[in-house]
Antibody, heavy 121, light 113 residues
Framework: QLHLVDSGGGVVQPGGSLRLSCAASGFTFSNYGMHWVRQAPGKGLEWVAYIRNDGTTKYYADSVKDRFTISRDNSKNTVYLQMNSLKADDTAVYYC??????????????WGQGTLVTVSS | DIVMTQTPLSLSVTPGQPASISCKSSQSLLHSDGKTYLCWYVQKPGQSPQLLIYEVSSRFSGVPDRFSGSGSGTDFTLKISRVEAEDVGVYYCMQGVNLPLITFGQGTRLDIK
């Protein structure tokens, strides 16, 4: 059974850093691209970042570019989101999501349960 | 960025009645590969989003056939033929044609009368 488990969220001060993890199981992780999507409290969904299955291609939303870094370790079936220079606007639940086969990375089929990041002094 | 506009933003439906949600994009979602990258997700209360429909009209595994998607170009519709209590949640359309600039609609909240 496919599982994506998000972790690493917490409370951090403005300007601080946090690293999120998404542990995957139940599928051949190294065959699939992965995304991070976030949702501010009471708000809609915002795409954050994408990494290709082999880690060679990465994309970021303008709102996080140069502050966030997506990476993966296929030997550990885990994708990461390193978040630096955090701002109050980054407060959100962060979800990892698996690329749907045949989609070219353009949409996702399964999502993690999410992990809450709160940026506050 | 491609802007996705959903209407209505909320609807209240009697069980057994149909429901329809519109999603309009500011640019065509038809890719040069011939596919149209428009998806629908539902986020049930307290849960992560779930994929319902991909590439306009293909139902994801396990999605009941009372859900259907249609449309082309810039105009798309999600229909629920007979709403059930378990369908309560927020429905989002999403475009992936412009990777990496993936964007979502604002969401449509469905509740039961």
């Amino acid at each position: 059974q496919l599982h994506l488990v998000d972790s690493g969220g917490g409370v951090v001060q403005p300007g601080g850093s946090l690293r999120l993890s998404c542990a995957a199981s139940g599928f051949t992780f190294s065959n699939y691209g992965m995304h991070w999507v976030r949702q501010a409290p009471g708000k809609g969904l915002e795409w954050v970042a994408y990494i290709r299955n082999d880690g060679t291609t990465k994309y970021y939303a303008d709102s996080v570019k140069d502050r966030f870094t997506i990476s993966r370790d296929n030997s550990k079936n885990t994708v990461y989101l390193q978040m630096n220079s955090l701002k109050a606007d980054d407060t959100a639940v962060y979800y990892c999501a698996k690329v749907q086969v045949g989609s070219g990375g353009r949409y996702f089929d399964y999502w993690g349960q999410g992990t809450l990041v709160t940026v506050s002094s | 960025d491609i802007v996705m506009t959903q209407t209505p933003l909320s609807l209240s439906v009697t069980p057994g009645q149909p429901a329809s949600i519109s999603c309009k994009s500011s640019q065509s979602l038809l890719h040069s590969d011939g596919k149209t990258y428009l998806c629908w997700y539902v986020q049930k209360p307290g849960q992560s989003p779930q994929l319902l429909i991909y590439e306009v009209s293909s139902r994801f595994s396990g999605v009941p056939d009372r859900f259907s998607g249609s449309g082309s170009g810039t105009d798309f519709t999600l229909k629920i033929s007979r709403v059930e209590a378990e369908d309560v949640g927020v429905y989002y359309c999403m475009q992936g044609v412009n990777l990496p600039l993936i964007t979502f609609g604002q969401g449509t909240r469905l509740d039961i009368k």
